[in-house]
């Protein structure tokens, strides 16, 4: 059975990649990833007022980067968190020469400005990705909030101004405060299986219609994932919170789940059923996902 996928121009053994959480901070971390057999990983970002304050963890990842990728035929992907085009951007760079097979840029800005139209934001986004790109000859995908007006488009001119892969999409944090001590609380939960819905629409809508490799991450605990997200056309599934809570040794269980899943089918091959339910394959995939909301909202919430 091949469970072989491409994804940045590499083939991956399988399609499950381990995304960027403490596990991915550190050598170890790194390695029992690989020795758990993830076929490609993506380090820990660095953000860009690490790299603006000259912070030590510069050094520190460009190390453990050394060490992750020296004789290692997974693709180790270093990771860029940025919010606004600087010179932060010449760290790519430095990634590269220290083994980085490619570079996930996590691109994330709240516009809290009333001011600030979402084109503007946009256009701030594809220059961050112009701007790495030309620091680097390696391929760069962009990691995308969910949060535009219009995700197909921005997908597109990330693609079009040279987004090599488009990873949908972060989960965020958002603040909470407690009314006891009347202070801001940090908010962090794993994610759930329903997470997988809000990617799973938009990797439909622009699977075969964008020139980029898709990534899904979100909500991927069971091989039933990962077997839709790649029916909706994604190259390759992400997964943090499943191997934060059930170890690196998770991976073993998504494979071996996703090879039983696709010998039940008669799957001989992921590409045999990858994008099956792309929305390209609909004559009005908008009216689609507008009937389909529509039977919801006017169903008996009994009968679900
Ligand atoms: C503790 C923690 C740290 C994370 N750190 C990063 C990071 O440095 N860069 C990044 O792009 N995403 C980061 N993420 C997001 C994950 O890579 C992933 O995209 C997100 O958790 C959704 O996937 P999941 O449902 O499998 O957890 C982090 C997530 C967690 C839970």
Same mark, same amino acid.
């Given at each position: 059975m091949d469970l072989s996928t491409r994804y940045l121009g590499f083939e991956l053994k399988h399609p499950i990649v381990a995304s960027p959480s403490p596990l991915t901070r550190t050598a170890d971390g790194i390695r029992s990833l690989m020795d758990a057999g993830a076929a490609a990983i993506v380090m820990a970002s660095v953000f860009e007022e690490q790299i603006i304050g000259r912070d030590a963890i510069m050094d520190e990842r460009l190390?453990?980067?050394?060490?992750?990728?020296?004789?290692? /035929? &997974?693709? &180790?992907?270093?990771?860029?968190n940025g919010a606004t085009p600087g010179a932060w951007v010449n760290f790519a760079g430095d990634l590269e020469a220290a083994g980085a097979r490619a570079i996930e840029l996590d691109l994330y800005r709240v516009p809290s400005d009333p001011g600030e139209t979402g084109r503007s934001l946009e256009q701030s986004y594809v220059d961050i990705l112009r701007a790495v790109k030309a620091q680097v000859k390696v391929p760069v995908s962009a990691k995308l909030s969910p949060y535009f007006s219009a995700p197909a488009n921005m997908a597109k001119q990330l693609a079009e101004a040279g987004a090599d892969g488009l990873v949908l999409f972060n989960r965020f944090y958002e603040g909470d405060f407690d009314l006891d001590t009347m202070l801001m609380k940090p908010n962090f939960s794993l994610s759930t299986p329903d997470d997988i819905r809000l990617p799973l629409m938009w990797i439909s809508l622009l699977s075969g219609r964008v020139n980029a490799s898709l990534a899904a991450t %979100?909500? &991927?605990?069971?091989?039933?994932? &990962?077997?839709?997200?790649? @029916?909706?056309?994604? /190259?390759?599934?992400? #997964? #943090? %919170? %499943? @191997? @934060?809570? /059930?170890?690196p040794q998770h991976i073993g269980a998504l494979v071996s789940g996703l090879r039983d899943w696709m010998e039940s089918r008669g799957y001989e091959s992921v590409s045999a059923f990858q994008g099956r339910f792309a929305a390209a394959h609909l004559e009005y995939p908008s009216a689609f996902m507008r009937a389909h909301y529509g039977d919801i909202l006017t169903s008996d919430p009994k009968e679900h």
């Open positions: 190390e453990t980067l050394r060490q992750a990728s020296n004789h290692s /035929d &997974v693709p &180790v992907i270093a990771s860029l %979100s909500g &991927v605990w069971t091989y039933a994932e &990962v077997a839709k997200y790649l @029916l909706v056309g994604a /190259d390759a599934v992400m #997964t #943090t %919170s %499943s @191997l @934060l809570k /059930d170890g």
